[in-house]
Each structure stands twice: as structure tokens, then as C-alpha cells.
């Protein structure tokens, strides 16, 4: 039976077991919206375009599932590039769908007429128009297969109008023989054991695992193969990379490791590009990466394995687990370094000073982690406070991008994957302002998550940036006001609390939680600079 090409596409990611479309309407897409009717997918439709694909994003590195975003053309592409560049840098399997002006009118001038596959080729593992209404099946497989194969990232397709509105046959179309799927690399036998040797002969081995690396469950084979072999292991996934708070004082031991192996790990400015003083100038480099590119044929890298990591370290786990390794006092060292904090924490923790200190909101929040809640972190200096504050089993942050806003629509992906459990976004006062209308959302679609704003009425990280670079008397363009974020909250039906007093945080916390609505908990906090341990 001849069906449309917005039925076939819906029918295709319906029958691949894609439940929400992130969207928000648009011209070119409304015929998609009409074939979603009776079907089961639910569209989640936000208030930004960027909000949705941080919400795929999210729903992506929650899941391990690709997040689909759906948008329309133009303005409305265009405002999702940045979130695409957020989840390119955080290796999140995302597919964005795009209206697009219809084929026909293309080079004429048509109504929001643009290039965007030029324009997220850029951010995105892959881009394409799509040209034929019967072959929409094969390409919305082709990219959800390719957003989850190799190192994950987002894939985005075009789709003009008048290819959705096309009638077509069901028939299916035969693959196309140019469109790769994915990267089935996998390291040898003789590879493998090239690995293991280097790293059985080095004193102070270490492996850095990448993004997508660092969440379970890939990183649950990691710290097998650290098990085995007796060599420590860090996720590196933060911007701030060799200074990441959350590492507390294990980056320290970068510049003592001999032999460091990379899966999945980009050699970038993360990591200071392998160079000292961060690393030895004697250490050297291993990497496993599933992108070409990646892979760095300079003096520092000994071994470039081009390889699926994930596939690669479980045949790593396996030879390891036929060797007998030396345990030796270094992983030891690299695991105490990374507990270890300042002494002074702990008086900060429980400080009945004001403004509130980042650490005592963390110490606050802690026991509801503790039970299980989701961590969601954005934002510049009290996101880092708590990423170094706080440990959760279920952790979520902006990612190596450095880029803020994600937070809230990312926290909301999470609540919708895990409606079980609570979910807590930690944010600052300037990073509320990105999409701070997605409580809308959260209430439109019952996702009580509970936003926890420190509101120093600053955009304090370039606060500190300034006071290093040109001095405390040269810091410009940075000041907010003390804004009720609560109110705001609270105007668009959510639940919120305003803390001036420490002891008051517990109490706010709870109340958040029995409202049962979408919370916004604004603590006014101390401006100060996040911590370092270097």
C-alpha cells in the first residue's frame, strides 16, 4: 500500500524501537508530527531547538540508545548546532532530523532555504540530504547505526519537504553500497599482546579512558582490565581534562606515568597534547581509537591501533587474564590520589557561614545521592564545586566541549529514562538563563527534576579568568543580579525555594522533593573560584 515518506519515515524509527522524538514544530517537519498520530513514539516538544537535541543528547549517554531529534529547517537547524557540537564533543549517540526546503526549490530562493548539511557536517560524525522518499527507512537505520558504532556521536539528515509529503511503495529499497554503518575494526591477536607487553614492561602504567569510555558500561570493562592487570585507570571527560576537579589530585600522577594507554581517548587539549610539565617527556603514548584521524604518528605515540575500544579492551581483558601481572604500590598511589582532598573540606562542608559555600550545598545534597538520585552538572565554578564535591552511581555532566545550558533539558532526558529515580541538576545562576523555559516542559510532560541554581550574580568562571589574566581591579561584564530564579519557577506553575541559611538547605531539599513538581531550589552562594589541586 503507497504511504507517504513522513509514514515511512516514522514507520522506520518505530520499528527500531525509538519511543521520543525530541522536536519543536516547525513548517517543514508538520507532516512528520501528523504520522506520529496512533503511532507509538511521543513527541517531546521543547521550548528551544537546542534544548531538544541536549535532551537527546542526554536521553543518548543515559541509555547508550540513540536520542533523535526532530526540528525544522533554517533558524530553527541553525539553533541546534551548538548542542550538536555538545554531543559530538561527548561522543553521544544523536540523531537530528531536519525539515528542509523542498528539493524542487532548491537554488531558487525557497523559504528558509540553507545548506545545513554544510552546516553540521562540522559537528557530526556524518550529514545528508535525503534525496528519495523510498529509501527514508534505509537512511534513518543507516544513521542510527552510525551514531552508535565506533567512537558514538551525532548523525544528521535533512529531509526536504516534499520527499515527506512524496507518496511512494513500501517495497524496500536496496542499501546503498556507499553508506558505511559502522567501524567493525578490531585490534589482533598479535596486537594485543604488542599492548601487554609494553604495559607489563612499564613501572608506571595508566589508562585514560575517553567520553564515551567512561560510561557504563564500557567502563565497567575498563576497571576489569585495570583489576587483572593491576594498572590504574582515569576517566577523562571534562573540559578542564588534566585539571578536572572531580579527579581531585589523580592527574598529579600524569606526569609520573611511563606508559599510558588511550582507549578512546582523543591525545588533545585535555590532555595537554601528551607534553610536559602534565606528562614525562620520556612517556610514551598508546592509543585505540575507531577514528582514523584520531590516531597520532608523532614521537610520543608508540602504538596506534585503529580498533572498536570497547571491542579492543575486551580482548585485551582477555589475553590479560592469561598472564601473571606484577602488582605493584602505583595503583594504589593513583586511586588515593584520586580520593584525596584538601584537609580544610571538611570544615567547609559543615561551615555555617554566608553566602553559602559550594562545598556546604554539597554536603547538603550528598545523602539523596547516596540513595540513588541522578547528578546532572553544568555550568562554570559551582558546577565544579560539585563535580568535585559530590560522587554519584549515575552521573551526567556538559562534557570536553566546555560548553554550558545543557543541564536542564539533558536532566530531563534523564528523568524520562529513569522516572524511578530523582533527578538533581546543579547549575549556575548564569547557565539557568539558557533554557531556563524548559520548566515548561518539565511540567507539560510531569518531569519533577529539581534544579539546584548557586546564584553568586556573576558569570564567575570568567569572573576568575579575569582576575588571573589582568588583575582583580580589571574584571568587566560579568555581574548579574541576585534574580528569584525561584519565582520563576514558581510563575510557571513549578515548585520553588530560596536559601540564604545552610541549615535551611536539607529542609529546602525535601520540600522540593515531596512537591512532586518540577523544582527549582536558588541558594545563594559564595562567588569563589572552583577548586584545584594542582
Request: hydrophobic fraction near 40%.
Amino acid at each position: 500500500m503507497p504511504k507517504r515518506g513522513a509514514e515511512l519515515l516514522v514507520e522506520s524509527l518505530v520499528s527500531t524501537g525509538v519511543k521520543h522524538l525530541f522536536t519543536l514544530s516547525g513548517n517543514q517537519i508538520m507532516s512528520i508530527y501528523d504520522a506520529t498520530i496512533g503511532r507509538d513514539i511521543e513527541l517531546i516538544h521543547t521550548r528551544h531547538e537546542a534544548a531538544a537535541v541536549h535532551m537527546a543528547d542526554g536521553w543518548g549517554r543515559m541509555t547508550e540508545r540513540p536520542g533523535v531529534a526532530l526540528l525544522t529547517a533554517g533558524p530553527g537547524h541553525c539553533n541546534a548546532v551548538s548542542a550538536l557540537y555538545v554531543a559530538l564533543m561527548a561522543e553521544s549517540p544523536v540523531v537530528l532530523l531536519s525539515g528542509h526546503c523542498p528539493i524542487s526549490q532548491i537554488g531558487k530562493g525557497a523559504f528558509q532555504e540553507i545548506d545545513q548539511v554544510a552546516t553540521a557536517e562540522p559537528v557530526t560524525k556524518a550529514a545528508w540530504l535525503v534525496t528519495k522518499a523510498n529509501r527514508l527507512g534505509e537512511d534513518i537505520k543507516a544513521a542510527l547505526s552510525l551514531a552508535c558504532s565506533g567512537r558514538p556521536g551525532p548523525v544528521h539528515l535533512s529531509v526536504p519537504a516534499d520527499v515527506l509529503e512524496a507518496t511512494v511503495s513500501t517495497s524496500p529499497a536496496a542499501p546503498d553500497a556507499n553508506r558505511s554503518t559502522g567501524d567493525g575494526a578490531t585490534a589482533s591477536s598479535d596486537i594485543s599482546d604488542n599492548i601487554l607487553n609494553r604495559l607489563a614492561e612499564a613501572e608506571r602504567p595508566l589508562i585514560l579512558a575517553g567520553p564515551a569510555m567512561a560510561r557504563p558500561p564500557r567502563w565497567k570493562d575498563v576497571e576489569r582490565l585495570s583489576a587483572v592487570t593491576g594498572i590504574p585507570a582515569l576517566p577523562m571527560e571534562s573540559p578542564r581534562g588534566v585539571n578536572d576537579p572531580w579527579l581531585h589530585q589523580g592527574p598529579n600522577c600524569l606526569a609520573e606515568a611511563d606508559v599510558v594507554l588511550l582507549v578512546g581517548k582523543k591525545l588533545d587539549f585535555s590532555l595537554r597534547f601528551g607534553q610536559p610539565p602534565f606528562f614525562a617527556e620520556a612517556c610514551r603514548f598508546i592509543q585505540i581509537d575507531a577514528d582514523h584521524e584520531q590516531l597520532r604518528e608523532d614521537a610520543p605515540v608508540v602504538l596506534a591501533i585503529h580498533a572498536e575500544p570497547s571491542h579492543a579492551v575486551g580482548q585485551l581483558m582477555a589475553a590479560a587474564q592469561a598472564r601473571r601481572w606484577h602488582q605493584s604500590a602505583w595503583k594504589s598511589e593513583v586511586v588515593a590520589a584520586r580520593s584525596r582532598v584538601p584537609s580544610e573540606w571538611e570544615q567547609l562542608c559543615r561551615s555555617s557561614q554566608r553566602p553559602i559555600h559550594p562545598l556546604r550545598v554539597c554536603h547538603a545534597l550528598q545523602p539523596f545521592l547516596d540513595d540513588g538520585a541522578v547528578f546532572i552538572s553544568d555550568g562554570g565554578e559551582f558546577g565544579q564545586w560539585a563535580q568535585a564535591g559530590l560522587e554519584a552511581e549515575c552521573r551526567l555532566i556538559n562534557g570536553p566541549s566546555g560548553a554550558i545550558g545543557s543541564s536542564l533539558p539533558m536532566g530531563l532526558a534523564a528523568k524520562l529514562a529513569h522516572p524511578e529515580r530523582q533527578v538533581f541538576v546543579i547549575l549556575g545562576d548564569g547557565t539557568f538563563g539558557y533554557h531556563a523555559m524548559e520548566f515548561d516542559t518539565a511540567l507539560r510532560y510531569n518531569l519533577p527534576i529539581i534544579a539546584i541554581v548557586g546564584n553568586d550574580a556573576r558569570w564567575n568562571a570568567e569572573h576568575q579568568l579575569q582576575i588571573q589574566n589582568y588583575g582583580p581591579d580589571r574584571t568587566v561584564g560579568c555581574d548579574l543580579l541576585p534574580s528569584r530564579y525561584d519565582k520563576v519557577v514558581e510563575a510557571l506553575g513549578g515548585h520553588g525555594e530560596f536559601v540564604q541559611a545552610p541549615d535551611d538547605l536539607t529542609p529546602a531539599l525535601v520540600r522540593a522533593m515531596e512537591s512532586g513538581l518540577p523544582a527549582c531550589v536558588n541558594v545563594m552562594i559564595e562567588g569563589i573560584g572552583a577548586p584545584t589541586f594542582r
